[in-house]
């Protein structure tokens, strides 16, 4: 036990108020020294590297010694925990300290978000560009920058195409259709003579501009500014605070909102969960044991998503703002099929026979259409596009719905090499494979393909499953069913 705790327990029938400003909590504040270090970067979200650090520190340590003296009055004098041998004081001041680092942390992290514009070209291409109002519309100073940069590339045939779309990005409406393809927003902007070609790659959806429905322009979450204040103070100036460090808008009267929206994300969590249990014991009793083990896999999938991306899930499944060709469905996708490999071999029962399943490919399953392979380069994004030669033509009047899409990866090698950069693979969606390879590194990728148009009963589970919890949690929130727009 530390000498500052061993004197506290000595003199403790005899310790006052004044005790603690001269000598409890500043022993205490010291004795504590790496862990509010800590405990600050954690509060401020910042690193011991980085150039608010230190101010941060001093910050957390000012919030530190009215916590401490406030903790110490309850267990000194309110509660008189200190007669009590079994209430360790250390645990109990460890705790106050945590919870204060995850009370400035939640606030900084929560309460200060907000929703922002973002360009709906660079969403598709999984990337988050925020847009700056310009002139009535909305400037993407990335699709402004890069169109420059492509700009000396007249002579590449899909160099150009990129640069003249860029350029429709850079500065374009707000106002938007959605594309009945690909779902992406489409702005105003791009309508020629009242008729709009989808600009997306791997679309090319085209029409009257009357056909189109009307779409809200993508927007994202981001944190608002936060100011830091010159850190040339006296460091011993003891009217450092907060407020210091973080300039907010009205952090008291954001408390009772604060409060409100962690426990109605809370709430939504801890439906979602209940929904897809039930839905699940559903399945389990009534289904056809053809597709039992699919569904099964399929909630299973949405659950470790669930798991690893909460505040994404919570607003997949309880917003009622959705795209098809949101990241999140490739997510999931990827996740069943791998749950659905690791469960290799099974048994279903079809037509009466017991058909025995062992491979991914298997018709029966219905889940990819066979295995593509194609060339491609590094983008300067670090992007690898799908370049898939097979093309889907389906529906009641065959209509071609352009390359097939990326269903599961298999390999990428880099053809300078031979090796495998696999590795290199930070994720990808059903149309691009997103990396930190070099730009320009020629590579061949191998993948499971799947109609571009979600035909395949492995797509048809997920849509299925996903509008079935979102029409049940829908009801358990507004007591009603939900409006499916037309």
Not at 26 to 40: C, F, G, I, N, Q
Not at 140 to 164: F, G, P, W
Not at 220 to 243: K, P
Not at 310 to 318: A, F, H, K, N
């Amino acid at each position: 036990m530390s000498e500052v705790f061993e004197r506290i327990k000595r003199e403790a029938s005899e310790i006052d108020e004044s005790d603690l400003d001269s000598w409890v909590v500043p022993s205490l504040m010291e004795y504590y020294d790496a862990k509010l270090r800590y405990l600050a970067g954690h509060a401020y979200s910042v690193r011991s590297s980085d150039g608010g650090f230190q101010l941060a520190v001093r910050a957390f340590k000012e919030q530190c010694k009215a916590e401490l003296n406030s903790a110490l009055h309850t267990y000194f004098f309110q509660k008189e925990y200190w007669r009590d041998e079994s209430r360790s004081l250390n645990a109990y001041l460890r705790v106050v300290l945590q919870r204060l680092s995850s009370r400035i942390h939640w606030s900084n992290s929560t309460a200060l978000k907000t929703r922002k514009l973002i360009c709906p070209l660079c969403k598709s291409k999984n990337q988050k560009q925020f847009l700056v109002p310009e002139d009535g519309k909305l400037r993407c100073n990335y699709c402004t920058k890069y169109s420059e940069y492509l700009a000396d590339e007249s002579d590449n045939i899909v160099m150009r195409q990129e640069h003249d779309i860029r350029v429709a990005f850079s500065i374009h409406s707000k106002t938007g259709l959605r594309c009945p393809g690909c779902m992406n927003f489409i702005p105003k902007s791009l309508i020629r003579n009242d008729f709009l070609i989808c600009p997306y790659d791997n679309c090319g959806e085209f029409g009257s501009a009357d056909e189109f429905l009307e779409m809200a322009h993508p927007m994202s979450v981001t944190t608002r500014s936060i100011a830091y204040l010159d850190a040339s103070f006296d460091s011993e100036d003891s009217s450092f605070s907060l407020a210091d460090v973080i300039k907010a808008d009205s952090l008291d009267t954001n408390a009772h909102s604060l409060v409100e929206a962690k426990s109605d994300f809370s709430y939504k969590l801890s439906l979602i969960k209940e929904v897809i249990g039930a839905q699940k014991k559903k399945v389990s009793r009534s289904s056809f044991n053809s597709t039992k083990v699919q569904k099964l896999l399929m909630y299973d999938a949405i659950s470790e998503m669930v798991e690893e991306m909460p505040e994404d899930m919570v607003r997949y499944l309880c917003h009622r703002k959705h795209s098809s060709s949101d990241p999140l469905q490739a997510k999931i996708f990827q996740k069943y099929a791998s749950l659905l490999e690791n469960y290799l071999p099974f048994t279903m029962e079809k037509g009466g026979k017991k058909i025995d399943i062992v491979s991914l490919t298997a018709p029966e399953l219905s889940l990819f259409t066979g295995i593509s392979k194609y060339d491609s380069k590094v983008t300067a994004d670090g992007s690898i596009p799908n370049e898939t030669k097979e093309e889907y033509i389906g529906g009641r009047k065959y209509v071609n719905h352009g390359p097939c899409f990326i269903g599961k990866l298999i390999s990428v090698v880099n053809k300078n090499t031979g090796e495998s950069v696999m590795d290199n693979v930070k994720e990808y969606t059903f149309s691009k494979i997103s990396t930190d390879l070099e730009p320009d590194t020629p590579v061949e990728v191998t993948h499971f393909r799947i109609p571009s148009h979600y035909e395949m009963k492995g797509m048809v589970f997920l849509q299925r499953i996903r509008r079935q919890l979102v029409d049940s949690i829908y009801f358990r929130l507004h007591k009603k069913k939900r409006e499916v727009s037309k």
